[in-house]
């Protein structure tokens, strides 16, 4: 049997194994750190395990699913996306349900919200881009044209400052952890080709998924990878270091980078410079994420989370499952200057002021746990699809390798999966009879609407 290693333990990584075992290999994954999750991000909380990274999907999100069910059913509980709301402002309401009056209603506030014009540009491709299977993810047929069609402008230019600060500001920060003026149209997949604003989330925290994966797959923590070896354009093997400063190195048949596309230029670099030089065309920005435990915390009016305007730290606050606790997430440019000047605590108290700053009511403050990630969240390339295209052929001129992450489908934890499930398939394909239903959809060409 041919020997698979996956190198990177984030959800991308845990995909990838996942997928050779079911195609009867017996994959060892290589992680640096002590645990699995990457940028899931799971850390202990006065006694209570706490997610600062990814933990929100929904019953559409196949891929996802299909891996928690391969590590024993998680119980799920419930998450509902309702609105936007920017500082304490008027709201843009997502939700879709109810009769014909309220949704005038709704349409009528959101119009007033970001002006009837802008609300037209807005719902006409977010609406189509709903239509399209496959098109919650980047690199989707119709994001791919769209952007084509529309030489891939920046978001605030195709739709308007005021659009791009109310409506997708808030979500190109939560995503790519970029300001609109940084992300390109054809890159918008993850945010306008949702469908759902009912989400789902593993009870008792993404750490009941992340020790099931460890159990069951064959994981060594520590190892820090530092070179994937390629000899006669095949791969061979990867040679690192362990925790300890020890050296090691593991042959191998089938090597998977599930990583960023950073990281994955680093280890490529000594065997394929090109491949190397492409991968750091990907842009990468910095995120932080604090959970706050507080005597009392209270919310102006009926909010249960923030968004925060421009120049401010903080990007979004909001109640972490529990009235005592709150998650402060910092992303944009004034995060970026903010994360370079302050540790993890100084950080929270940034975001503590900024939440009485608008309103908000805290307690004394009786715990804390918090992260930085320098390679955050993928903002991607313009025409990205172009970019992939560069990556992919140039990766399948070297036998036995495939790359896999956050910069092929996007950030989100389906999207991860997603680029996972694809990239194992390109080495090993299977049976068209075991192809999941419905994916061939995402070969066809679709005309967007400009």
């Known amino acids: 049997m041919k020997q698979?290693?996956?190198?990177?333990?984030?959800?991308?990584?845990?995909?990838?194994?996942?997928?050779?075992?079911?195609?009867?290999?017996?994959?060892?994954?290589?992680?640096?750190?002590?645990?699995?999750?990457?940028?899931?991000?799971?850390?202990?909380?006065?006694?209570?395990?706490?997610d600062l990274g990814g933990r929100n999907f929904s019953m559409e999100d196949r891929y996802l699913l299909q891996l928690l069910q391969f590590f024993g059913d998680c119980e799920l509980s419930d998450y509902h996306f309702n609105s936007v709301s920017v500082g304490v402002g008027r709201r843009f309401d997502m939700r879709r349900r109810?009769?014909?009056?309220?949704?005038?209603?709704?349409?009528v506030g959101n119009a007033i919200s970001i002006g009837p014009s802008a609300l037209r540009?807005?719902?006409?491709?977010?609406?189509?881009?709903?239509?399209?299977p496959g098109s919650g993810l980047v690199c989707s047929p119709y994001w791919t044209h769209l952007a084509g069609q529309t030489s891939d402008p920046v978001v605030t230019s195709y739709f308007g400052d005021d659009v791009a600060s109310k409506i997708i500001r808030p979500w190109t920060l939560r995503m790519m952890a970029a300001e609109p003026e940084e992300v390109y149209l054809g890159n918008l997949g993850p945010l306008l080709g949702r469908k759902p604003t009912a989400y789902k989330r593993v009870k008792g925290g993404m750490g009941v998924f992340l020790r099931a994966a460890s159990s069951r797959l064959n994981v060594k923590f520590g190892h820090r990878?530092?070179?994937?070896?390629v000899a006669s354009n095949r791969v061979v093997g990867v040679e690192g270091f362990t925790s300890d400063g020890s050296s090691f190195s593991e042959p191998a048949?089938?090597?998977?980078?599930?990583?960023?596309?950073?990281?994955?230029?680093?280890?490529?670099?000594?065997?394929?410079?090109?491949?190397?030089?492409?991968?750091?065309?990907?842009?990468?920005?910095?995120?932080?994420?604090?959970?706050?435990?507080?005597?009392?915390?209270?919310?102006?009016?009926?909010?249960?989370g923030l968004f925060l305007p421009r120049g401010y730290a903080a990007s979004h606050i909001a109640r972490y499952d529990e009235n005592s606790r709150l998650r402060f997430s910092f992303a944009g440019v004034a995060a970026r200057k903010a994360m370079v000047q302050h540790s993890i605590e100084e950080l929270l108290d940034l975001g503590e002021r900024t939440f009485r700053e608008f309103g908000g009511n805290l307690g004394r403050r009786t715990s804390f746990t918090g992260k930085k990630w320098q390679t955050g969240l993928c903002a991607h390339t313009?025409?990205?699809?172009?970019?992939?295209?560069?990556?992919?052929?140039?990766?399948?001129?070297?036998?036995?390798?495939?790359?896999?992450?956050?910069?092929?489908?996007?950030?989100?934890?389906?999207?991860?999966?997603t680029a996972a499930h694809e990239g194992v398939e390109r080495i090993i394909p299977v049976a068209k009879d075991r192809r999941v239903k419905g994916r061939d959809d995402l070969d066809r060409a679709y005309s967007p609407v400009v």
């Open 4 to 50: 698979a290693i996956v190198i990177g333990g984030g959800i991308s990584g845990i995909a990838a194994a996942a997928q050779l075992v079911e195609r009867g290999f017996a994959p060892l994954l290589l992680e640096s750190e002590s645990m699995l999750g990457g940028r899931i991000g799971t850390q202990l909380h006065d006694r209570m395990e706490t």
């Open 382 to 417: 313009w025409l990205h699809h172009e970019t992939v295209s560069s990556i992919s052929a140039q990766c399948e001129r070297i036998e036995g390798l495939v790359l896999t992450g956050d910069y092929f489908r996007g950030n989100s934890l389906e999207a991860c999966a």
């Open 121 to 132: 540009r807005l719902a006409k491709v977010a609406s189509a881009a709903t239509q399209k």
């Open 253 to 304: 048949d089938i090597v998977i980078l599930a990583t960023s596309a950073r990281i994955a230029a680093d280890l490529l670099e000594s065997s394929t410079a090109g491949l190397a030089r492409t991968l750091r065309q990907v842009t990468y920005y910095p995120v932080a994420t604090i959970v706050g435990k507080y005597d009392d915390v209270q919310f102006a009016g009926d909010m249960s």
């Open 225 to 229: 990878v530092t070179n994937v070896s």
């Open 98 to 107: 109810g009769g014909v009056l309220t949704r005038a209603k709704r349409l």
